[in-house]
């Protein structure tokens, strides 16, 4: 674009991100939105402050030709926002694109073979890792940005900081998770981090200033579901489905489940609703039975 649109563009693209932090816009949805305006002001070869209504139909068509419905729908919301709090304009969205709905149930896997897929990780700090994960069905970056501090023996539950939608909860753990977690730790003995980068050696762990890394962690889980002879698709997420799966089965309360997990109603407030004694004790003792038959091998290759 010529100097006096790039000029344009540079201020309303200040104003989207200011508007994006004064709304209190998780950080990946800042980066999404920022990119869709930008990718938008790229396609165009100006800024995208007068676009028509036609504009946009061209540009989302020729975006499917090369990117997926999420990605669409990322883009749809970006602009939607830069719309609405930069440039002060309506859009009606809906007649412009609208993504198809769609609902995909996600592999599951049973208990056996589940357990025997977790006995097939090589490495401790990732079976440790994925045990953890199972049994309590926190998300893969909730589980990496555990401290230890997050651990309440007492009270016998994690506190999960930041979680989906920036929220903190509190996630019921047992007894047997805490003798497995208090052991693992007196592998490295790191004073902040409960699954630290292991790069430079176990000399170094304890200097380790990351958590492990995300793309060691999902090597991981292929390379023990392609042994394991799984033929769905299993990913290290899908645990979180299969822990949720499980606990139904076993009659852990649909409610408290939501409660585990994060999760909220459409229809309800982002109010996080704190586990009860009661509620909490049913919950774990039914987590208790996830992992009564696996027994973790201390002696393998860390």
Not at 56 to 65: D, H, N, P
Not at 194 to 202: A, I, S, T
Not at 232 to 252: D, P
């Amino acid at each position: 674009m010529n100097a006096t649109e790039q000029a344009r563009f540079d201020t309303l693209y200040a104003r989207q991100l200011r508007a994006l932090k004064l709304q209190g816009v998780a950080e990946k949805t800042v980066d999404g939105y920022a990119r869709a305006v930008r990718r938008t002001a790229a396609f165009f070869d100006r800024c995208p402050d007068d676009l028509t209504a036609e504009d946009l139909r061209v540009y989302f068509a020729k975006l499917l030709e090369t990117h997926s419905w999420s990605t669409i729908k990322l883009d749809r919301c970006g602009l939607q926002f830069f719309y609405r709090h930069v440039l002060d304009k309506p859009w009606t969205w809906i007649t412009i694109v609208k993504p198809p709905r769609a609902t995909r149930l996600p592999d599951v896997l049973t208990r056996a073979e589940t357990l025997r897929l977790l006995s097939l990780v090589r490495k401790l700090r990732y079976r440790v890792f994925f045990v953890t994960l199972y049994s309590t069905g926190l998300r893969l970056s909730e589980g990496l940005a555990l401290q230890v501090s997050d651990i309440d023996a007492h009270r016998l539950r994690l506190h999960v900081r930041a979680g989906k939608g920036n929220k903190d909860r509190y996630v019921p753990i047992t007894a047997a998770l805490l003798r497995m977690l208090r052991q693992w730790w007196t592998t490295h003995r790191h004073p902040r981090l409960l699954f630290p980068n292991p790069v430079g050696g176990p000399e170094h762990i304890r200097q380790a200033t990351t958590p492990m890394d995300l793309g060691g962690v999902q090597a991981a889980m292929r390379a023990a579901v392609a042994e394991a002879g799984i033929a769905q698709r299993i990913s290290v997420h899908r645990l979180r489905h299969c822990f949720s799966t499980h606990m139904l089965e076993l009659g852990v309360d649909l409610r408290e489940l939501q409660s585990i997990l994060g999760h909220v109603r459409p229809e309800t407030t982002a109010r996080y609703a704190h586990l009860t004694e009661v509620t909490s004790t049913q919950a774990r003792e039914r987590q208790g039975q996830l992992l009564e038959s696996f027994i973790l091998r201390w002696r393998d290759a860390a």
